[in-house]
Nanobody, 120 residues
Framework: QLVESGGGLVQPGGSLRLSCAAS????????IGWFRQAPGKEREGVAC????????YYPDSVKGRFTISRDNAKNTGYLQMNSLKAEDTGVYYC???????????????WGQGTQVTVSS
């Protein structure tokens, strides 16, 4: 399973670091992704990284502000979020699958989500 942590309330311009801890399987064979869903909106991918850490993907909405990383020795993935904006508010989910492409279609192993609220 995957368990996210690190969400919370932060002011605009602030930072948060989300963690995604895997148990019961080894993350090093999987791509990792972070997705978010805001109220009334569809879920969107905000960052992905392949199993070796060579390939990453960010949509324009977060590029330059969010950084995905992984520590295979700790079986954990991370999402560093800087310069947060109100529109970054939502439930953030981590996922793992063999390929980024299939994970983006909703396949793989998913966590339960952690709430991120950006508000003054």
């Amino acid at each position: 399973q995957l368990v996210e942590s690190g969400g919370g309330l932060v002011q605009p311009g602030g930072s948060l670091r989300l963690s995604c801890a895997a148990s019961g399987f080894s993350l090093d064979a999987y791509a990792i992704g972070w997705f978010r869903q805001a109220p009334g909106k569809e879920r969107e991918g905000v960052a992905c990284i392949d199993n070796r850490g060579d390939v990453t993907y960010y949509p324009d909405s977060v590029k330059g502000r969010f950084t995905i990383s992984r520590d295979n020795a700790k079986n954990t993935g991370y999402l560093q979020m800087n310069s947060l904006k109100a529109e970054d508010t939502g439930v953030y989910y981590c996922a793992a699958d063999e390929k980024i492409a299939t994970m983006m279609m909703g396949r793989g192993i998913w966590g339960q989500g952690t709430q991120v609220t950006v508000s003054s």
